[in-house]
């Protein structure tokens, strides 16, 4: 455990918690450990966002995968009393400390609230799936996972389309429980292939795009930080669709050119809408940057469109970055005018727009490792005509593997004279597996 004023400020809550309940209230060493407990917040200059996640805890980006022993009866008293999420502005004082350790002690099932702590419940471990018949069974247990999150990431978007700022606070915690589950290699991936028949696109894509984008900062090396930032831009990267009329979004036909200008609003939408709410434009200055320019396309060729000259703009690279989820996750996933893609020909549709210059081609290269679609004995289609299977993929050149014809004949992709990647084949062993047979 890394010991710094953050530390050890939660510890001296849990040794507050201690004293407070072996001590009456106002007793000499419950208001030293107070006087102790307001020092160390001082120190850390901050304020501080605890989330408590079963065995496990979130304190601001510091996940501890089990809570040290010093801490656990303070948390687990929080927890018998619904209390999962906590907030302690940094101006809390010794008074406000003893004011709300009185409450935690008493056992008290409600919510804390005062001007400077307050606490409650995010669910996050509470919320349990509710099969419904389009639920298949074999799928439920890692759904349910998943969907913890879901009540939260609606609660978020809700806040923020209010211009309420405490959808950021939601979406910080949601962003940071997602990167802890990440960090400690929990399965994501596989609810994300399977809830693409669920019928609450927009949460769900919110939530997919969020989890797609911070695994995919990750593999490419970005600072904890930048993954934190992105991830929450990820959440609201679509936020201005709450502007576009239902029937225009869920349209099963084809889209007349007003209803097009309808739906090429919503990056304009929603980046208007995050810059009125307080504290974005200064503390949380990216996610009105990605919510603009996720669908411009890294070679301008989206919306919305630029009136200056193409080479004059640059998009930020979280943009680019979120992009590549965003288009991934929107091919997977059921919607009113078409069914979902398979892996194989969503892949194809990344691969086809990198190479166009549509999404940034690193990003693509990385995405496609990260979701392991071209491993070796993947089958493909070259440029060229040729079919084949990878035989080798170097993780620094996954879209230019090795590639073994049906005469046997090697296809080095990387060398300047090969044929280029353009199609990934439909493998049948997958399809049976994404797509089981009810028992």
């Known amino acids: 455990m890394k010991y710094d004023p953050l530390t050890y400020f939660v510890m001296a809550l849990g040794k507050l918690f201690r004293m407070r309940r072996i001590y009456p209230a106002g007793n000499g060493p419950v208001l030293q450990t107070a006087r102790e407990a307001s020092r160390r917040l001082v120190e850390w200059g901050h304020s501080v966002r605890i ?25 687990q008293a929080l927890w018998q009393a619904g209390c999962d999420s906590i907030q302690i502005d940094r101006s809390a004082g010794e008074e406000d400390l003893l004011t709300w ?77 997602i990167a802890a589950q990440i960090v400690t290699g929990k399965e994501l991936f596989e ?57 225009i979004l869920n349209k099963r036909g084809p889209l007349d050119p007003e209803e097009r200008s309808s739906i090429e609003q919503h990056p304009a939408y929603g980046a208007g809408l995050l810059i009125d709410i307080p504290g974005v434009a200064s503390e949380y200055s990216l996610m009105p940057v990605v919510a603009y320019e996720h669908h411009m396309g890294a070679d301008h060729s989206g919306y919305p469109r630029r009136m200056a000259s ?7 690279f979280a943009s680019l970055l979120v992009a590549v989820a965003d288009v991934y996750d929107a091919l997977r996933t059921i919607r009113p005018y078409r069914k979902a893609l398979s892996v194989a020909r969503a892949s194809t549709i ?26 070796p004995g993947r ?19 996954i879209l230019t593997p090795m590639v073994e014809d049906e005469d046997g004949q090697l296809y080095d ?27």
């Open 191 to 247: 609810p994300i292939q399977e809830m693409r028949d669920f019928d609450d696109y927009t949460f769900i894509h919110a939530l997919n795009v969020c989890v797609l984008s911070s695994a995919l900062a990750r593999v490419l090396g970005m600072a904890e930080e930048w993954i934190k930032v992105i991830s929450l831009a990820a959440l609201c990267h679509d936020l201005g669709k709450k502007q576009v009329p239902k029937e």
């Open 51 to 75: 989330t408590l996640l079963g065995d496990g805890a979130i304190v601001e980006d510091r996940r501890f995968e089990t809570v040290p022993c010093a801490l656990q009866p303070f948390f």
């Open 310 to 316: 193409r080479e004059s703009y640059q998009h930020h």
């Open 350 to 375: 990344l691969i086809q727009d990198a190479r166009s210059g549509k999404l940034h081609r690193e990003y693509v290269s990385a995405f496609l490792k990260l979701v392991g679609v071209l491993a």
């Open 413 to 439: 992709l990387s060398h300047p004279s090969a044929p280029e990647l353009v199609e990934v084949e439909e493998d049948v062993v997958r399809q049976d597996q994404e797509h089981p047979k009810a028992a």
């Open 379 to 397: 089958r493909v289609i070259l440029s060229d005509g040729t079919r084949g299977t990878i035989i080798e993929a170097l993780k620094d050149r």
């Open 101 to 177: 350790m009185d409450c935690v002690v008493s056992k008290k099932r409600a919510p804390y609230r005062n001007s400077r702590i307050l606490t409650g419940s995010m669910n996050l471990c509470r919320h349990a799936l509710v099969p419904t018949a389009r639920t298949h069974p074999v799928f439920s247990q890692a759904v349910a996972g998943y969907l913890v999150f879901l009540p939260q990431v609606q609660e978020a978007l809700s806040d923020l389309e209010s211009k309420n700022p405490n959808g950021i606070v939601r979406g910080r915690e949601i962003v940071c429980a």
